[in-house]
């Protein structure tokens, strides 16, 4: 009885949860890693790769400089004229190259992708992020801009930037903005779609990663696949005044620093002093907490993505749907007066049926014991709470049966059979009848006749 209540409460839940975790799972499989080699790679044809955007731009006349390391990237960037640097991975770039970012002179565009509030945070931005969204959203550009009325409806929305406090240009309902600080003009894009191989064909895309990236002659395009550790530490590397100043006059001779420099040394020369990023309060790790609360800073709220508290929380609205579906209390049963009088007969035969639904032989079974033992313990002069064995060693000695075969049948259960059942409930009814002097003591029920 109690397996198959066990399973008719555990079995839809099983369900649920299968379907929830198994969903749960295959999005993830699904999700690109930013640390894989092909993610946003423009050598990459994998579906998470952007060969196609680094064609388009290519046949565009626009010239793309791959760098693997933030401040090579940051290096040719103060050096140069007008640029777009395209950083595919802000979580991974070191928090002290982020802060870096804005301070880049004002003919280069920043482009980030997707990056987190603590990337922001990093970078000095206070720009609360909404999401990410379970997929990218394709919602209308709602903006004027080149690039965005050009590729109209396109899959940006997964993240979402509240820059109000920022002279923005807000498009896709805040999915793609894009603002000036003074230097670098900084654009956030909320999902990595658009420049994806296997997303450029769908809506907008293709136009819009073109457009975006497009407006200057060149394309620093940074590919990093693992966290950057921070700067080393090495002579002659500027001060954090040179670095926080990278091409400050915007002649390009990226002053502070050799501006002819390439390859490896153009990446070391702004690395400056490592504990970059940390003289303002700011950390590896620490840089980009932002604002929060005690609970979603907490180390457990950031030890599962939010898709695994959302399962938590289906899955406990679908237990209180389950037993709102099935009329079942949470707690205790709680006894209650019933609003009309009931017939005994009709009680007992309302319970009968309830038994026999549930296949609750022994319960049903004991209820007939328990009555039998407070009806001879009244015949005895005994309490009505005198233990079975008590009133067995009575019964036994009246009826001349042995002790353990008049316990077991005022304690023992059956499971076997509806007419073990029957057998055994005629046996007890027939002993307290015999005891109380109203009958003989018959075996069963087809042995002889009430006297």
């Known amino acids: 009885?109690?397996?198959?209540?066990?399973?008719?409460?555990?079995?839809?839940?099983?369900?649920v949860a299968g379907l929830a975790l198994t969903t749960g799972i295959v999005h993830a499989v699904e999700q690109p890693d930013p640390t894989d080699a092909s993610f946003l790679s423009p050598t990459s044809d994998a579906g998470d790769g952007a060969r196609?955007?680094?064609?388009?731009?290519?046949?565009?006349?626009?010239?793309?400089?791959?760098?693997?390391?933030?401040?090579?990237?940051?290096?040719?960037?103060?050096?140069?004229?007008?640029v777009t640097v395209f950083v595919?991975?802000?979580?991974?770039?070191?928090?002290?190259?982020?802060?870096?970012l804005s301070t880049l002179p004002p003919q280069v565009r920043v482009v980030l992708v997707a990056p987190g509030e603590d990337e922001l945070a990093a970078a000095g931005f206070d720009i609360p992020v909404r999401g990410p969204r379970w997929t990218a959203a394709a919602p209308q550009p709602g903006c004027s801009t080149d690039f965005a009325s050009a590729a109209g409806p396109a899959a940006v929305q997964r993240r979402q930037y509240g820059a109000a406090a920022y002279p923005a240009v807000r498009c896709?309902?805040?999915?793609?903005?894009?603002?000036?600080?003074?230097?670098?003009?900084?654009t956030l894009v909320g999902a990595a779609d658009p420049f994806r191989n296997d997303r450029a064909d769908e809506h907008g895309n293709r136009?819009?990663?073109?457009?975006?990236?497009?407006?200057?002659?060149?394309?620093?395009?940074?590919?990093?696949?693992?966290?950057?550790?921070?700067?080393?530490?090495?002579?002659?590397?500027?001060?954090?005044?040179d670095e926080q100043d990278p091409g400050a006059d915007g002649s390009g001779d990226g002053q502070g620093r050799d501006g002819d420099r390439s390859g490896d040394d153009a990446g070391q020369d702004p690395a400056g002093d490592p504990q970059d990023g940390q003289g303002d309060g700011r950390g590896d790790g620490e840089s980009a907490q932002g604002g929060g609360n005690a609970v979603t800073d907490s180390p457990l709220a950031r030890a599962f993505p939010p898709a695994v508290?959302?399962?938590?929380?289906?899955?406990?609205?679908?237990?209180?749907?389950?037993?709102?579906?099935?009329a079942r209390r949470l707690g205790a049963p709680v006894a209650e007066p019933l609003p009309v009088r009931v017939r005994a007969a009709?009680?007992?035969?309302?319970?009968?049926?309830?038994?026999?639904?549930?296949?609750?032989?022994?319960?049903?079974?004991?209820?007939?014991?328990?009555?039998?033992?407070?009806?001879?313990?009244?015949?005895?002069?005994?309490?009505?709470?005198?233990?079975?064995?008590?009133?067995?060693e009575r019964v036994a000695a009246t009826v001349g049966r042995p002790v353990v075969e008049v316990r077991h049948l005022l304690g023992g259960g059956v499971e076997d059979s509806d007419e073990e059942l029957a057998r055994a409930a005629t046996t007890v009814q027939n002993l307290v009848r015999f005891v109380t002097g109203q009958q003989h003591w018959q075996q069963g029920p087809d042995e002889g006749n009430e006297t």
């Open 172 to 186: 896709y309902d805040d999915a793609l903005v894009e603002f000036p600080t003074g230097r670098a003009t900084i």
């Open 346 to 392: 009709e009680t007992v035969r309302g319970l009968g049926g309830l038994y026999q639904r549930a296949g609750a032989r022994s319960t049903s079974l004991a209820t007939l014991q328990s009555a039998a033992r407070r009806r001879l313990a009244e015949h005895y002069g005994l309490d009505a709470d005198t233990p079975t064995d008590e009133v067995a």
């Open 1 to 15: 009885m109690r397996s198959r209540r066990w399973w008719r409460f555990a079995l839809p839940l099983g369900v």
């Open 52 to 82: 196609l955007l680094a064609a388009d731009l290519a046949g565009a006349g626009v010239r793309v400089s791959v760098r693997t390391r933030s401040r090579e990237a940051i290096a040719e960037a103060a050096a140069a004229g007008p």
């Open 309 to 326: 508290w959302a399962t938590l929380a289906l899955l406990a609205l679908a237990a209180l749907a389950l037993a709102a579906a099935s």
């Open 88 to 100: 595919t991975t802000p979580g991974l770039v070191h928090p002290s190259s982020l802060d870096l």
């Open 207 to 241: 136009v819009l990663a073109r457009g975006l990236l497009g407006r200057d002659p060149t394309v620093i395009w940074l590919d990093l696949h693992e966290r950057e550790p921070a700067p080393d530490d090495g002579a002659g590397r500027p001060n954090r005044e």
